[in-house]
Nanobody, 124 residues
Protein backbone atom coordinates (compact mmCIF):
# COMPACT_ATOMS: atom_id res chain seq x y z
CA UNK A 1 0.00 0.00 0.00
CA UNK A 2 1.29 3.41 -0.93
CA UNK A 3 -0.19 6.86 -0.53
CA UNK A 4 1.53 9.59 -2.49
CA UNK A 5 0.71 13.15 -1.43
CA UNK A 6 1.54 16.11 -3.63
CA UNK A 7 0.56 19.69 -4.36
CA UNK A 8 2.10 21.56 -1.47
CA UNK A 9 4.01 24.79 -1.90
CA UNK A 10 4.38 28.41 -0.91
CA UNK A 11 1.33 30.65 -1.16
CA UNK A 12 0.36 34.07 0.14
CA UNK A 13 -2.35 34.48 2.73
CA UNK A 14 -5.74 34.43 1.07
CA UNK A 15 -4.51 32.16 -1.70
CA UNK A 16 -5.44 28.62 -2.65
CA UNK A 17 -3.80 25.25 -3.12
CA UNK A 18 -5.05 21.79 -4.05
CA UNK A 19 -3.42 18.75 -2.53
CA UNK A 20 -3.67 15.31 -4.10
CA UNK A 21 -3.23 11.87 -2.59
CA UNK A 22 -2.86 8.99 -5.02
CA UNK A 23 -3.36 5.54 -3.55
CA UNK A 24 -1.99 2.26 -4.82
CA UNK A 25 -2.39 -1.20 -3.39
CA UNK A 26 -5.82 -0.38 -1.97
CA UNK A 27 -9.04 -1.57 -3.51
CA UNK A 28 -10.88 1.41 -4.95
CA UNK A 29 -13.74 2.45 -2.72
CA UNK A 30 -12.75 0.15 0.15
CA UNK A 31 -11.42 2.78 2.52
CA UNK A 32 -12.23 6.08 4.10
CA UNK A 33 -9.58 8.76 3.72
CA UNK A 34 -8.43 11.69 5.74
CA UNK A 35 -6.08 14.64 5.70
CA UNK A 36 -4.03 15.62 8.73
CA UNK A 37 -1.43 18.30 9.27
CA UNK A 38 1.48 18.85 11.57
CA UNK A 39 3.04 22.22 12.25
CA UNK A 40 6.55 22.51 13.75
CA UNK A 41 6.51 21.69 17.42
CA UNK A 42 2.87 20.63 17.38
CA UNK A 43 1.02 17.35 17.31
CA UNK A 44 -0.51 15.97 14.17
CA UNK A 45 -4.11 17.19 13.88
CA UNK A 46 -7.12 16.14 11.90
CA UNK A 47 -8.16 18.36 9.00
CA UNK A 48 -10.82 16.50 6.99
CA UNK A 49 -12.23 13.04 6.34
CA UNK A 50 -14.26 11.49 3.54
CA UNK A 51 -16.25 8.27 3.25
CA UNK A 52 -15.37 5.63 0.65
CA UNK A 53 -18.20 6.79 -1.57
CA UNK A 54 -17.37 10.47 -1.25
CA UNK A 55 -20.90 11.13 -0.07
CA UNK A 56 -20.02 12.03 3.50
CA UNK A 57 -17.35 14.39 4.76
CA UNK A 58 -16.16 15.73 8.09
CA UNK A 59 -14.01 18.79 8.84
CA UNK A 60 -12.09 20.30 11.70
CA UNK A 61 -13.70 23.53 12.87
CA UNK A 62 -10.55 25.47 11.98
CA UNK A 63 -10.92 24.71 8.25
CA UNK A 64 -14.68 24.39 7.86
CA UNK A 65 -15.93 26.61 5.04
CA UNK A 66 -12.42 27.07 3.60
CA UNK A 67 -11.25 23.53 2.79
CA UNK A 68 -13.03 20.87 0.74
CA UNK A 69 -12.14 17.19 0.66
CA UNK A 70 -13.17 15.11 -2.32
CA UNK A 71 -12.24 11.89 -4.07
CA UNK A 72 -12.32 10.40 -7.54
CA UNK A 73 -12.47 6.65 -7.10
CA UNK A 74 -11.82 5.96 -10.78
CA UNK A 75 -8.40 7.53 -10.18
CA UNK A 76 -8.05 6.19 -6.63
CA UNK A 77 -7.18 9.75 -5.60
CA UNK A 78 -8.29 11.99 -2.75
CA UNK A 79 -8.04 15.78 -2.93
CA UNK A 80 -7.96 18.66 -0.47
CA UNK A 81 -8.94 22.00 -1.95
CA UNK A 82 -7.71 24.76 0.36
CA UNK A 83 -9.01 28.31 -0.05
CA UNK A 84 -8.58 31.52 1.95
CA UNK A 85 -5.36 30.17 3.37
CA UNK A 86 -3.98 31.67 6.56
CA UNK A 87 -0.44 31.67 7.97
CA UNK A 88 -1.66 29.32 10.71
CA UNK A 89 -2.43 26.73 8.01
CA UNK A 90 1.32 26.33 7.49
CA UNK A 91 2.20 22.68 8.13
CA UNK A 92 3.15 19.39 6.58
CA UNK A 93 -0.05 17.81 5.28
CA UNK A 94 -0.51 14.05 5.34
CA UNK A 95 -3.13 11.86 3.73
CA UNK A 96 -4.27 8.68 5.44
CA UNK A 97 -6.51 5.69 4.76
CA UNK A 98 -8.82 3.84 7.13
CA UNK A 99 -9.92 0.38 6.04
CA UNK A 100 -12.85 0.30 8.44
CA UNK A 101 -14.48 3.07 6.41
CA UNK A 102 -15.01 5.49 9.29
CA UNK A 103 -14.56 8.91 7.73
CA UNK A 104 -15.38 10.62 11.04
CA UNK A 105 -12.26 9.31 12.76
CA UNK A 106 -10.10 12.22 13.90
CA UNK A 107 -7.23 10.53 15.72
CA UNK A 108 -4.09 9.57 13.78
CA UNK A 109 -3.94 6.12 15.40
CA UNK A 110 -7.30 5.28 13.84
CA UNK A 111 -5.83 5.32 10.32
CA UNK A 112 -3.81 2.38 9.04
CA UNK A 113 -1.89 3.84 6.12
CA UNK A 114 -0.12 7.16 5.66
CA UNK A 115 1.42 9.17 2.87
CA UNK A 116 4.78 10.87 3.18
CA UNK A 117 3.49 14.42 3.64
CA UNK A 118 3.63 17.57 1.56
CA UNK A 119 4.65 20.97 2.92
CA UNK A 120 2.27 23.91 2.75
CA UNK A 121 3.67 27.32 3.65
CA UNK A 122 1.40 30.35 3.85
CA UNK A 123 3.12 33.71 4.02
CA UNK A 124 1.52 36.76 5.59
Amino acid sequence: VQLQASGGGLVQAGGSLRLSCAASGLTVGSYAAGWFRQAPGKEREFVAGIAWSGGSTHYADSVKGRFTISRVNTKNTVYLEMNSLKPEDTAVYFCAADLSGNYYYTRPEEYEYWGQGTLVTVSS
